[in-house]
T-cell receptor, first 115, second 113 residues
């Protein structure tokens, strides 16, 4: 399958700071990238859909000013958690599709801990 | 509200047995169906996808789709302890802005040696 690389895999930050997570498609061009959040023993919750060159589409209840998404190229999307708080601690996962209607491959995930 | 339902389990099978994982979905417009495996603390890994009614086989895995019944399943033959994981069913409606996946909550499978 295609390779999606997510970085960093783990990050610990202080409350009030911002954290940037990168998602790269290594062997294909990703028209669409998706950002998910997963709390322990819960399923994946879609946060936003990111399309290259356009603004991200956020799911209901997700603060677009807190979770900034940039998809500047066909191989890179970034999620920035701004002014992070302990309740933002979670497992953040990106996925990417070569085309909108093809299978999505997941990055390794980023475990964010806000202290 | 588009929903994807899975039995949360845990589903426990002995090594070598067939594990059967089931999933139902509410949106009749769904066009693509995916099974992912997720080990604890890791991100999901794509196992199979199926678009057409019927069976699709890949090694020890068989996906079955019945659009009339809005039902998709995953069979794992000759189950191994390494298959122990949470299996996520995902459905995509397709078309327009609906290319996002809707996930079920997952079924925890335990394969006992």
């Amino acid at each position: 399958g295609a390779v999606v690389s997510q970085h960093p895999s783990r990050v610990i930050c202080k409350s009030g700071t911002s954290v940037k997570i990168e998602c790269r498609s290594l062997d294909f061009q990703a028209t669409t990238m998706f950002w998910y959040r997963q709390f322990p023993k819960k399923s994946l919750m879609l946060m936003a859909t990111s399309n290259e060159g356009s603004k991200a589409t956020y799911e209901q209840g997700v603060e677009k000013d807190k979770f900034l998404i940039n998809h500047a190229s066909l191989t890179l999307s970034t999620l920035t958690v701004t002014s992070a708080h302990p309740e933002d601690s979670s497992f953040y996962i990106c996925s990417a599709s070569e085309q909108m209607n093809t299978e999505a491959f997941f990055g390794q995930g980023t475990r964010l801990t806000v202290v | 509200q588009k929903e994807v339902e899975q039995n949360s389990g845990p589903l426990s099978v002995p090594e070598g047995a067939i594990a059967s994982l089931n999933c139902t979905y509410s949106d009749r417009g769904s066009q693509s169906f995916f099974w992912y495996r997720q080990y604890s603390g890791k991100s999901p890994e794509l196992i199979m996808f199926i678009y057409s009614n019927g069976d699709k086989e890949d090694g020890r895995f068989t996906a079955q789709l019945n659009k009339a019944s809005q039902y998709v399943s995953l069979l794992i033959r000759d189950s191994q302890p390494s298959d122990s994981a949470t299996y996520l069913c995902a459905v995509r409606a397709g078309g327009g802005s609906n290319y996002k996946l809707t996930f079920g909550k997952g079924t925890l499978l335990t394969v006992n040696p």
